[in-house]
């Protein structure tokens, strides 16, 4: 299993051991200043991450792979559907968001 943390500006994904006693660094890297908000996809391949007014998926170095602006709103909070296959953001106007996410294994 697949734990990631997120702080001003650094997401790091951590590979939890059988136990959970212990965590194993598997990726660092650096993203834009935001709340500290991300969700770790169920594959642990990708991570969602609130960046100003816009929502990134990201994969384990960082590079984008889908985004959605939210125009006046901010991203307050992120949850991946257990599928894997839509995310949901809130926003700091109280609209939920959905953002359609096609299949992680190519990634």
Partial sequence: HRV??????TVDVWEASADGSALTPVSRFNIGTGL??????????VVAVGDGNVVRVVD???ASHAEL???DARPVSVAWYPDGRTLAIGTSVGSIRLLP???VAVY
């Fill in 36 to 45: 500290p908000l991300l969700a770790l996809h169920p594959s642990g391949q």
């Fill in 60 to 62: 384990l170095h960082g």
């Fill in 69 to 71: 602006e939210l125009g």
């Fill in 4 to 9: 990631a943390t997120r702080s001003l500006h």
């Fill in 101 to 103: 996410f096609g299949d």
